[in-house]
């Protein structure tokens, strides 16, 4: 299954889906005022990357409602259904995959949430993040994380298999995005890898936060920053 084709299949379910995820939207704001956004973004220039239907971009804009946001996604209905919300003139939307983004910085920050374990090439990718940074900015990637915590491990599964994957077979008719969607948690990086990949990759001031409630330990906040220099 191409990742990107599963998206635009799941996208016209997809707020229905999270919407029943209790703490969803909450847990993105709070990796979103991670990011430590100063005065409410005002002349800020932040990009959202894996935006799907603006769910991050909408905990983006609560955190920082004066800056200029720039919402990425690669799926095209994905993007669809961001679009059809209401979204200030700051706010605008660009469809395209990370690998292939023509974008120009620099950024004073990048949020993305549930996108790094979907990208191709890790590491190219957050290379890629890096160079659109200013230097000093931060990077905040919010993600599923649990191969260090045979609990967590656990806990995910019993969650995808009882919930989420059933309900995506109901709402959609095929559940082949929630099953890669489980699989692809269990097969990232644990914590403790994906700090130092972020390190390895030129990112430094790393640091990460859990989540409250069935997710502590499952998801997560990561923290990082370009280097000044």
Not at 34 to 39: A, E, K, L, Q, T
Not at 56 to 79: H, K, N, W, Y
Request: with cysteine; charged share 25%.
């Amino acid at each position: 299954m191409r990742v990107t084709e599963g998206f635009d299949k799941a996208a016209s379910a997809y707020d229905r889906l999270v919407g029943a995820n209790p703490g969803y939207h909450a847990q993105l704001r709070l990796s979103a005022r991670r990011i430590g956004i100063p005065d409410q973004g005002r002349g800020q220039r932040l990009l959202d990357l894996g935006c799907g239907t603006g769910a991050s971009t909408a905990a983006l804009l609560r955190a920082a409602p004066e800056a200029e946001i720039v919402a990425v996604d690669g799926s095209a209905g994905m993007l669809a259904r961001a679009k059809e919300k209401s979204w200030p003139s700051t706010v605008r939307f660009v469809h395209s995959r990370v690998e292939d983004l023509t974008l120009r910085g620099p950024f004073d920050g990048i949020f993305a949430a549930y996108l790094v374990r979907n990208l191709p090439d890790v590491d190219g990718g957050l290379r890629a993040i890096r160079g659109l940074l200013k230097p000093g900015a931060p990077f905040v990637a919010h993600e599923y994380s649990v191969a260090d915590s045979r609990l967590a491990k656990a806990v995910w599964t019993a969650v995808c298999w009882s919930v989420i994957i059933p309900a995506g077979r109901l709402v959609s008719g095929d559940a082949s995005l929630y099953r890669y969607l489980w699989r692809s948690v269990l097969d990232f990086d644990g914590v403790i890898d994906f700090e130092n990949r972020l390190s390895s990759n030129g990112f430094d001031t790393i640091r990460t936060g859990s989540m409250p409630g069935w997710q502590r330990g499952v998801a997560h906040t990561f923290f990082a920053r370009r280097p000044l220099r």
